[in-house]
T-cell receptor, first 114, second 115 residues
């Protein structure tokens, strides 16, 4: 148990569906992250939020829409996804500041797009 | 830019064997270095870290030493167990300003330990 929870753990959706992934951290951190982990590829950073402000968007398609209402919660809204978006989506959180950069990960949401 | 190179897997060992997983890096600036482990069906867990040259991170019998002269952070364990079977990721972060920083990951090394 890392203090970062993600729901749902598994999700199957069609290409026309709209769904949301949720991440919650109980560690008092102020930065939160979305990563994508696909088979046989390195982890890809998608978005970074620092004190609820988005500070990084790694050229992610607009069919992925993040939302960070407060420093404890992070959402990833999904719509009109493609089969190649099937992957494990990992959320992480950290403090910011020197020597505070260790990121703690949630268990991930396994997404299958049909 | 920053990058991390890990040895290609998969690695298969017998129980109680010695483990080394090589990791080298390139970084602009002075990185902190990490090893994360991912057990089947789970997210990533921090295994150990080192924040400056010659630091040794250790946890659960695993060790890695930050070698600035060889830009390496090799993971070692003297006697692996079946329960160590997982994917291991080497990663770095460079923090200049104290803001949220991006972790750069290696591609991961699958370790299987046989009884």
């Amino acid at each position: 148990e890392t203090g970062v929870t993600q729901t749902p753990r598994h999700l199957v959706m069609g290409m026309t569906n709209k769904k949301s992934l949720k991440c919650e951290q109980h560690l008092g951190h102020n930065a939160m992250y979305w990563y994508k982990q696909s088979a046989k590829k390195p982890l890809e950073l998608m978005f970074v939020y620092n004190f609820k402000e988005q500070t990084e968007n790694n050229s992610v398609p607009s069919r992925f829409s993040p939302e960070c209402p407060n420093s404890s919660h992070l959402f990833l809204h999904l719509h009109t996804l493609q089969p190649e978006d099937s992957a494990l989506y990992l959320c992480a959180s950290s403090r910011t500041g020197r020597n505070q950069e260790t990121q703690y990960f949630g268990p991930g949401t396994r997404l299958l797009v049909l | 830019g920053n990058s991390v190179t890990q040895m290609e897997g998969p690695v298969t060992l017998s129980e109680e064997a010695f483990l080394t997983i090589n990791c080298t890096y390139t970084a602009t600036g002075y990185p902190s270095l990490f090893w994360y482990v991912q057990y089947p069906g789970e997210g990533l867990q921090l295994l150990l870290k080192a924040t400056k040259a010659d630091d040794k991170g250790s946890n659960k019998g695993f060790e890695a030493t930050y070698r600035k002269e060889t830009t390496s952070f090799h993971l070692e364990k003297g006697s692996v167990q079946v329960s160590d079977s997982a994917v291991y990721f080497c990663a770095l972060i460079v923090d200049f300003s104290g803001s949220a920083r991006q972790l750069t990951f290696g591609s991961g090394t699958q370790l299987t330990v046989l009884p």
